[in-house]
């Protein structure tokens, strides 16, 4: 009956979810793009996949979790070489970002658009694809489909699975609903065993602790040549950057950045905004307080310095992120100034650059309390805290060299979640 009811508001509900779809493609037109995928229609991939193919489904919501997505959809392909992988995504950002990585292995990694969670359109997902497997990415727990992959005999697996206390709160709330669909999932394979206690808290029949996966994303040799040609394109400033920032964060930053004394006369001030339809507005708070702005997209084909004069480098390119943390000498987390969880810290520590961390680092809990207790990362109270924080590292060479150090120990320790999430899905597959 709840579930009943959980589906009921979503029919009721779809005109509004339509209108938002379209409403947001006005700004971002990739919303707008195979509308028809997320009713659990066919999009072009389908039509032209090969049905007899077995299928190993992977869902990744978003960019994050595509990312984090990539070693296991390799390992997938390489143990499983008769398989393709369907990849399947909520944003636009998401699916350019599985564009980007896996574009190479052609009809091996197809991808289309997550259906809304009603029965019908989950149906008609799952009758066209006929998925071997369903493996559901950190966060994602979708109860019409859970059971939609119950009645067709396809088991569900959450991988790299994380759960804060708040996420526990609201998945408590939604009582029975929760508890059935936590209750039908076949594996969780957890980051951490708090995680993993909260999730068996929630009904979770098998839960197994087997790390982040997000430790074993190896930097691509392009985005490190990529990081060294930006490099170049600052002349060797300090460069300081802010990874990820979500709204409110960057106006904090940028005041915070000009008040901030004893700055380098040429120090840079790198802004990664989290969402792309955010880069104008990223850039007009800069204009708007005398600040000179180069765009990294105007910079392909310029020679060296080609920064110029510019005070702030907006990072207006997707699929990147690598390369500017190569090209940096510390940097900033966002998402963790506001009450808004937290961005991944891995991708710096990997490459061994000092970091820098807010207070509200929810989603990423565990991995920021140890890589604070490690020496890899530092948490700053404010904005103020933040830049004094930075500038203290673009002038002291030896710290940076030291906090990197311990980023990649840090790093390294925690590798090997991809084979031993890989192990446990094996009995899934069969």
């Known amino acids: 009956m709840t579930r009943w009811l959980y589906s009921l508001a979503w029919w009721l509900a779809m005109p509004l979810v339509l209108a938002r779809l379209w409403w947001r493609g006005r700004r971002e037109p990739g919303y707008r793009a195979h509308w028809t995928e997320r009713l659990g229609g066919a999009g072009p991939a389908a039509v032209q996949a090969a049905p007899a193919r077995m299928t190993l489904w992977v869902h990744a919501v978003s960019v994050g979790e595509t990312r984090a997505a990539e070693p296991l959809v390799e390992a997938l392909l390489a143990a499983y070489p008769e398989a393709r992988i369907l990849l399947t995504h909520m944003t636009p950002t998401g699916r350019a970002t599985g564009k980007a990585l896996f574009g190479r292995h052609g009809e091996r990694v197809l991808q289309s658009y997550l259906p809304y969670d009603t029965g019908f359109m989950v149906g008609r997902f799952l009758r066209r694809w006929r998925p071997r497997l369903c493996i559901l ?19 569900v697996a959450l991988v790299n699975a994380r759960l804060s206390e708040r996420s526990l709160r609201r998945g408590r709330r939604m009582g029975a609903l929760m508890g059935e669909a936590a209750g039908a999932i076949g594996l969780v394979a957890a980051q951490t065993e708090a995680d993993a206690t909260r999730i068996r808290s929630l009904g979770a029949p098998r839960v197994e602790v087997t790390g982040s996966i997000k430790f074993d994303v190896v930097p691509p040799q392009a985005a490190l040549d990529k990081g060294a040609w930006l490099r170049a394109q600052c002349g060797g400033r300090p460069l300081f950057l802010c990874a990820s920032t979500r709204e409110g964060e960057e106006a904090l930053v940028l005041d915070a950045w000009q008040r901030a004394s004893g700055k380098p006369a040429d120090a840079l001030l790198a802004l990664v905004p989290r969402h792309p339809q955010r880069f104008d507005e990223v850039e007009k708070l800069a204009a708007a307080r005398g600040l000179r702005v180069a765009r990294r997209s105007a910079l392909e084909g310029g020679g060296i310095g080609g920064i110029g004069a510019a005070e702030v480098l907006l990072g207006d390119s997707m699929g990147e992120m690598f390369a500017y943390y190569a090209a940096c000498d510390c940097a900033f987390i966002g998402g963790s100034l506001m009450p808004l969880g937290g961005q991944n810290l891995i991708e710096a520590c990997a490459l061994g650059k000092p970091v820098l961390l807010g207070e509200h680092t929810f989603n990423f809990a565990d991995a920021s309390e140890e890589a604070v207790r490690a020496g890899a990362a530092v948490r700053v109270a404010d904005a103020d805290a933040l830049a ?18 311990h980023a990649l120990a840090f790093a390294g320790r925690h590798r090997g979640a991809t084979l031993r999430t890989l192990e446990l899905l094996r009995r899934l597959i069969g």
């Open 137 to 155: 990415m950190e966060t994602e727990v979708w109860p019409n489909l859970i059971a939609g992959c119950a009645r067709a005999g396809v088991p």
């Open 388 to 405: 004094a924080a930075a500038l203290g590292l673009l002038a002291d060479g030896a710290a940076r060299a030291a906090m990197g150090a």
